[in-house]
């Protein structure tokens, strides 16, 4: 045990060495670089005002130094692949597109108190508009004078780093040791009760209300060639990400959207659209959406794209779910990944907290599900359904608890209640009281009034504010362990592919 302690205690010192070396490599070069003051000003004070209000998107890594640039964990991966300049330039621009993505929510979500002050310190009117071209012309200043250095490369490659939802620190002090020999029997008879469920015929699961349908709108038959023809351009970069136009973009949308079949016992099992009420966060179900992202990972080392549909219900509540996780907001994350030729080899679905995450691969592409040193194996409670996509996928979930009890698939049925795919961007800069914009989720990522009850007994799994919310790149998927479920490497770590 005493031995445990110290290795723990070692990586923690080892990491907060190797992130002051990262800081002070990012200050030297921002020191030597000379960056044009009025361009280097310009977003000081717009972070000033951001932090200062409590306006900062945290959906993406900042990168130290580098004020127009952030990353996630599949950028950060991308670090390996750098050959030539091609690739190095595209992935800088790949970073500075997070950049301005993140700067629109957050100027959106800026009090107008900010905004005034930012127009009259820089000469403009007090426009988020004008404000937003100035970043976007500020960025692409910096970025082009950066790239004349001639260490930019070296010291990004240095500085870019992916964060942990972990804190080493809570496992320490919470004796996670012991803590997690518990956990870990809880989490394993949990994961049988579910993979229970998957094995009955759906017909057979129990109720407590009205199976409702809820299907995409604007839903779209698979193609198989066309499908092909459309990833195959999608990787015609130096990098080789499948990278879709935004016309495709929607195209995939519509051919992967899953159809929800709900068991509706009360007003907490609709799913609905994200809303700010009076006094915290709603859900309203006259307006049923998913909000979808696209994201990256490795099928054998070789970058795939990944389609997230998000859903919204207003609570966590019922019988069937259990006390500690009971209170306000809920929800549930569904992605498909697609292979290079866009079949889908890969459906995980979670909870909107990281909890709860398991996996349904394409089996004859699955050799065997590796073991997790230390940790819990991948949950594998049921495989992809053969018919899959030229039927679509139909996630069955519970009252309440809102667990996934059953996939298949089936034709769209006539009498399904249609949701609107709307951008996860929605989330991050959401229309309040009719006059401003405030995202649903805290600078860290939790997301706001979902507080729940099992944060303050699960401290020792070092996740922060277990069961909240949380936003993309912030869900820790395992307590017994470790595993981000944007971790780009998930699937080569936890699976053998034929």
């Known amino acids: 045990m005493r031995l445990k302690f110290y290795t723990i205690l070692l990586m923690l010192i080892l990491i907060i060495v190797a992130q002051g070396c990262a800081s002070r490599v990012a200050y030297r070069f921002k020191k030597d670089a000379q960056r044009p003051p009025e361009y280097a000003h310009f977003f000081s004070e717009l972070d000033t005002a951001v932090y200062r209000s409590g306006s900062r998107n945290g959906a993406y890594f900042q990168v130290s130094g580098f004020p127009y640039l952030r990353a996630n964990r599949f950028l950060v991966s991308l670090k390996e692949r750098l ?77 870019v780093q992916k964060s942990s939802e972990y804190s080493t620190l809570m496992r320490v002090f919470g004796l996670y040791p ?10 394993l008879r949990v994961n049988d009760e579910i993979a229970a469920w998957h094995q009955l015929p759906e017909d057979d699961l129990p109720t407590l209300g009205t199976l409702t349908a809820y299907g995409p709108a604007d839903g779209l038959d698979f193609a198989d060639r066309e499908i092909r023809e459309l990833m195959e351009r ?22 992967f959207a899953p159809l929800i079949v709900q068991d509706l016992a009360a007003d907490y099992d609709k799913p609905g659209a994200v809303v700010w009420t009076d006094k915290q966060l709603g859900v309203n179900s006259d307006t049923p959406q998913a909000y979808y992202y ?42 498909v990944s697609l292979d290079e030729h866009g079949s889908p080899f890969m459906v995980d679905i979670m909870n909107n907290c990281g ?20 940790a819990i194996d991948a949950f594998v409670p049921t495989w ?12 069955r979930v519970i009252s309440g608890w809102h667990q996934v009890g059953h996939i298949g698939t089936r034709s769209m049925p006539p009498d399904f209640r249609p949701y609107r795919l709307v951008p996860y961007d929605q989330l991050e800069a959401l229309p309040k009281n009719g006059t401003r914009h405030e995202s649903i989720f805290t600078s860290r990522g939790i997301g706001k009034y979902s507080e729940r009850v099992e944060s303050d007994i699960f401290i020792p799994m070092g996740v922060p ?4 919310m949380r936003q993309r790149g912030h869900h820790a998927v395992k307590f017994v362990g470790r595993a981000h479920f944007d971790d780009p490497h998930l699937f080569d770590e936890h699976f053998e592919f034929h």
Not at 87 to 96: A, E, I, P, S, T
Not at 124 to 145: C, G, M, N, Q, T
Not at 301 to 307: D, R
């Open 83 to 159: 050959e030539n300049d091609a690739r190095k330039n595209q992935w800088v621009r790949l970073m500075q597109q997070l950049d301005i993505a993140a700067r629109k929510a957050e100027i959106q979500n800026l009090p107008a108190a900010e905004v005034q002050r930012l127009a009259a310190a820089f000469g403009f009117e007090p426009d988020r508009e004008i404000l937003f071209a100035k970043v976007i012309y500020s960025s692409d200043k910096l970025l082009v004078h950066d790239q004349h250095q001639p260490d930019f490369y070296e010291v990004l490659e240095l500085t």
């Open 294 to 335: 696209f994201s990256h990972a490795y099928l054998k080392n070789a970058p795939v794209l990944q389609i997230n549909y998000v859903f919204w219900y207003s609570a966590r509540s019922g019988p069937n779910s259990p006390r500690i996780e009971r209170g306000n907001m809920d929800g549930l994350t569904v992605r």
């Open 355 to 374: 909890c709860y995450h398991f996996y349904s691969p394409r089996k004859e592409m699955v050799q065997r599900i590796l073991p997790s040193p230390m």
């Open 178 to 187: 012991l803590a997690a020999v518990p956990v870990a029997i809880v989490t």
């Open 384 to 395: 992809l359904p053969d018919e899959f996509p030229r039927q679509r996928i139909v996630i």
């Open 465 to 468: 504010q277990v069961g909240r």
């Open 234 to 255: 999608s990787k015609q970069n130096p990098l080789g990400i499948p990278l879709p136009s935004a016309g495709d973009q929607k195209k995939l949308l519509a051919v």
